[in-house]
């Protein structure tokens, strides 16, 4: 089986930095993705670790460790807009095909 | 259309009653997906399509059937609905199944069962 473990809710305050980290037990690892999503939208990709290390977009980055079976969102500079759901996701291969499997999201609240 | 469409936007239906939830994508995508998404609970996924004439279960398949005739469409059919099967439904497809696999998601279906 596979499982992923994130934090419910984050919050902080506008312009700070935020880190939502997320822990994985996976059968085999295919790479970690982050999502956002928006109360009442859907869910957007923000990025994709495969290797160990960090990625950087923008204000978004995401970083890996695959001995540790864990990775981080960290988000500088936030945004009142910032404020959303945050899910890691993993695949996991299962029967010959790749399965996608999402963790159950962070709640980031970001004040004023 | 541009991306990914799903229709309805929301729905409520009797117990009991067969409802298909449509989902349409215009990017070519080999792979899609259904999931449900309900509160404290993330995103689940139901069945999904690695390429057109095949499907697989994922993690809650029971109660939903789900079908990929051509590359662009992904109906989810539920036979006798619950009302357990109340939640927000997502669609989402990808270029590949593999490893890399950006998912792009519609904007989901609410769906009510009394």
């Known amino acids: 089986g596979q499982s992923l473990e994130q934090p419910s809710e984050v919050t902080a305050v506008e312009g700070a930095i935020v880190q939502i980290n997320c822990t994985y037990q996976?059968?085999?690892?295919?790479?970690l993705s982050w999502y956002q999503q928006h109360d009442g939208g859907a869910p957007t990709f923000l990025s994709y670790?495969?290797?160990?290390g960090l990625e950087e977009t923008g204000r978004f980055s995401s970083f890996l460790s695959r001995s540790d079976s864990y990775g981080y969102l960290l988000l500088q500079e936030l945004q009142m807009k910032d404020s959303a759901s945050y899910f890691c996701?993993?695949?996991?291969?299962?029967?010959?095909?790749?399965?996608?499997?999402f963790g159950r999201g962070t709640s980031l609240i970001v004040h004023p | 259309i541009a991306g990914i469409t799903q229709a309805p936007t929301s729905q409520i239906l009797a117990a009991g009653r067969r409802m298909t939830l449509r989902c349409t994508q215009d990017?070519?995508?080999?792979?899609m997906y259904w999931y449900r998404q309900d509160l404290g609970l993330g995103l689940r996924l139901i069945h999904y399509s690695n390429t057109a004439g095949t499907t697989g279960k994922g993690e809650v398949p029971d109660g939903y059937s789900v079908s990929r005739a051509n590359t662009d469409d992904f109906p989810l059919t539920l036979a006798s609905a619950v009302p357990s099967q109340t939640s927000v439904y997502f669609c989402?497809?990808?270029?590949?199944?593999?490893?890399?696999?950006?998912?792009?998601f519609g904007p989901g279906t609410r769906l009510t069962v009394l």
């Open positions: 990017m070519r995508h080999n792979a």
């Open positions: 996976t059968s085999g690892f295919y790479g």
């Open positions: 670790n495969g290797l160990d």
């Open positions: 996701a993993v695949r996991d291969r299962r029967g010959g095909s790749y399965i996608p499997t």
């Open positions: 989402a497809s990808s270029s590949t199944s593999g490893g890399y696999n950006e998912q792009f």
